[in-house]
C-alpha cells in the first residue's frame, strides 16, 4: 500500500492505495465520487476526463499513486455550490446531451480547455474537444455550448 | 493484469539505479501508452520507476549555441505550446498538436513519445500470433486486414508502423537524443534512434537496456518560415495518421536552398530520403519537382493488399504538403489538407 494524499474538489483526502489503482478508481470507488465515468478505460473516449493541477488529463491513464498531492477538479466541484457553472448551464441552454454518460468528462474538458487558453475559433475548439466522444451525437449542441461561454454568452 | 511495485525517483542517477535493480520494471512517465499496455496484459513490468519528479529533465531551454533542449519529461502540450517552439520550430509545433486528444497531450512526456508502440490491431491482440509481442511466432497483419500498416522499410517478420506525429517533425527537424545509462551518457541522432524492424520486429530502438532519455536538442535551424505538417485520416481529429508528411523548406525566392521531407504512417520509424532531398536543393518549389522527389521517396515502397492507397496517397501529400508549405499560415487545426 502506498501513502497517497489526494486533493480532491478543494478537500484533502489521505488513502493508502495500491499502486495499480487507476486515479478513475480512486475516485469511483474509494471515494465514492461516482460523476467521473469509466467509458472505455483506455483512453480513447474521454469520459473518465478531470482536471488535475489546472490541466485536463484522463483518470484511467494515470495511477492514483502519480497524483500524491495534486490538486484534482471533477464533474462534482465544476458548480459553485448551488450556481452552475456557466458551461453547466450553457450545456442545459443548447441540448448539448442525450444520454448524459460522457456529459461530465465533456463539461471537465471544457472547462480545462477555457482555462488552457489555446482555443480560439470554432474549429479549434473542436480539434481541442475531439478526446471526448459522444455517441448520441450531441456534439454541435455541446460545441455551441462551449462557443456561448467562450464569446461570454453571444454565440447563437 | 499483473500486479507491481511502485517507487518514485527524485533524479536522474538514482532513477537509473532504480530502474538496474528492479529487474523487469520500467519507467513510467504519462503512462498513456504503458498502462493501457499494461491493461491489456501486453506488458508486464514487475515495477514502474516513476519519472516525473526529474526536475532537471522537465525545462525547455535555449543552449549556448542557440539549440534547443527539451526536458524529456516535459509535456507534449507545454513544449507545442512553449513560445520558444511556436516562434523558431512551429513544425514540431503543429506535428505535436496533430497528435492524440488535448488530454493525452497533457499527460505524455516527450521522452516516452519517442518510446511509444505501435498500434497494429495484431500486436494489440494477444490471441493471435506477432513477431513484435513474441518473436517467432508469425505475423498475420501481411496476409490480413493491414490498412493502417506500413509500404516502406517492411519485413518478412513485421509491417507494423511506428505511430507518432512529433516524432516525423523531430526526424525532419534532425534532432538528437541525449540518453544516461548504467555506462554514462551518449547522444543519438534521431535517424538512428528508431529501427527498422528487419528479424527482431520486438526491439523498436537503439536505447539501451537500463538506459534514459533525459532530453532531445533541436538543432539552431528550425524552418520557421516555410513548414508544413500534414496529417490524413480515417477522422478528422483523435486518429492515427494513415499517412503523414513533415515538409520544411529554406528557400531564396521560388528557389529551395534545403528541403527536408519526413513521413509518418508509413514505417517503422520515422521515413526520410536523403536522395530526394539532395534533388530538390536548387530547384524551383513546384509541384511537378515535389511529385518528383515523391517519386524518390516512395521508390521501393510495397502495398499488402489493404494499405497498396497509401503509395498514390503518400504521393498526393508529399506534393500537397510541398505546397503548403510555401504558405505556412494556411495550415489548418489538426493538419488537415490546406490550399
Redesign the interface.
Same mark, same amino acid.
Given at each position: 500500500m502506498?501513502k497517497t494524499t489526494l486533493n480532491v474538489n478543494q478537500q484533502r483526502y489521505e488513502l493508502n492505495l +495500491?499502486?495499480?489503482v487507476?486515479l478513475l478508481d480512486a475516485l469511483r470507488e474509494h471515494l465514492k465520487l461516482t460523476g467521473t465515468k469509466k467509458g472505455c478505460? $483506455?483512453?480513447q473516449c474521454?469520459a473518465c476526463?478531470v482536471i488535475c493541477d489546472g490541466?485536463?488529463? +484522463?483518470s484511467c +491513464?494515470? =495511477?492514483a499513486? *502519480?497524483k500524491n498531492d495534486s490538486e484534482i477538479t471533477t464533474i462534482e466541484g465544476i458548480a459553485g455550490g448551488d450556481e452552475l457553472h456557466p458551461i453547466q448551464q450553457a450545456f442545459i441552454d443548447h441540448d448539448a446531451f442525450q444520454c448524459g454518460y460522457c456529459t461530465p468528462g465533456q463539461i471537465c474538458?471544457a472547462v480545462? *480547455?477555457l482555462q @488552457?487558453g $489555446?482555443a480560439h475559433?470554432r @474549429? @479549434?475548439v473542436? @480539434? =481541442? *474537444?475531439?478526446?471526448?466522444l459522444c455517441r448520441c451525437g450531441a456534439n454541435v449542441g455541446i460545441i455551441d455550448a462551449i462557443m456561448e461561454v467562450k464569446d461570454g454568452g453571444t454565440h447563437e | 493484469m499483473n500486479n507491481f511495485e511502485y517507487k518514485q525517483a527524485g533524479n536522474t542517477k538514482n532513477a537509473i539505479e532504480l530502474i538496474n535493480n528492479t529487474p523487469d520494471a520500467a519507467f513510467v512517465a504519462g503512462g498513456t501508452n504503458l498502462i493501457d499496455l499494461w491493461k491489456y496484459d501486453l506488458t508486464h513490468p514487475s515495477g514502474l520507476i516513476d519519472i516525473n519528479h526529474l526536475n532537471e529533465n522537465a525545462e525547455i531551454t535555449t543552449l549556448k549555441d542557440k539549440k534547443v533542449r527539451l526536458g524529456a519529461a516535459a509535456r507534449n502540450a507545454d513544449t507545442a505550446y512553449h513560445p520558444i517552439i511556436e516562434g523558431r520550430y512551429p513544425l514540431l509545433s503543429k506535428a505535436i498538436l496533430a497528435g492524440a486528444s488535448a488530454q493525452i497531450r497533457n499527460m505524455a512526456s516527450n521522452g516516452g513519445n519517442l518510446l511509444q508502440r505501435t498500434r497494429c490491431y495484431y500486436f494489440y491482440d494477444a490471441d493471435v500470433p506477432c513477431n513484435k509481442r513474441e518473436p517467432g511466432s508469425g505475423c498475420p497483419a501481411k496476409e490480413g486486414y493491414n490498412r493502417i500498416h506500413a509500404i516502406l522499410g517492411t519485413s518478412e517478420e513485421c509491417i507494423a508502423v511506428f505511430p507518432s506525429d512529433m516524432c516525423i517533425a523531430l526526424a525532419a527537424l534532425e534532432a538528437v537524443v541525449n540518453v544516461s545509462g548504467p555506462n554514462g551518457d551518449r547522444s543519438i541522432p534521431f535517424e538512428d534512434f528508431h529501427r527498422l524492424p528487419g528479424d527482431r520486429p520486438d526491439i523498436d530502438n537503439t536505447l539501451g537496456k537500463g538506459e534514459i532519455i533525459t532530453s532531445i536538442d533541436l538543432p539552431e535551424e528550425g524552418f520557421s518560415e516555410h513548414y508544413s505538417y500534414l496529417k490524413l485520416r480515417d477522422r478528422h481529429s483523435y486518429a492515427f495518421a494513415l499517412v503523414s508528411v513533415a515538409t520544411a523548406f529554406k528557400l531564396n525566392g521560388n528557389v529551395i536552398e534545403s528541403a527536408r521531407i519526413a513521413l509518418g504512417g508509413v514505417s517503422h520509424k520515422p521515413w526520410r530520403s536523403i536522395e530526394a532531398e539532395a534533388f530538390l536543393k536548387d530547384k524551383e518549389a513546384t509541384a511537378e519537382n515535389f511529385a518528383a522527389a515523391a517519386d524518390l521517396i516512395l521508390r521501393g515502397a510495397k502495398g499488402f493488399g489493404s494499405n497498396d492507397f497509401k503509395i498514390q496517397l503518400a504521393k498526393k501529400a508529399i506534393i500537397r504538403n510541398g505546397l503548403m508549405a510555401l504558405n505556412p499560415e494556411s495550415q489548418l487545426p489538426g493538419a488537415l489538407p490546406s490550399a
Open positions: 502506498t +495500491l499502486p495499480w487507476s478505460d $483506455h483512453g474521454g476526463t490541466k485536463r488529463i +484522463l +491513464l494515470t =495511477l499513486v *502519480m474538458s480545462g *480547455m @488552457e $489555446h475559433t @474549429e @479549434e473542436q @480539434e =481541442l *474537444m475531439s478526446g471526448n | -
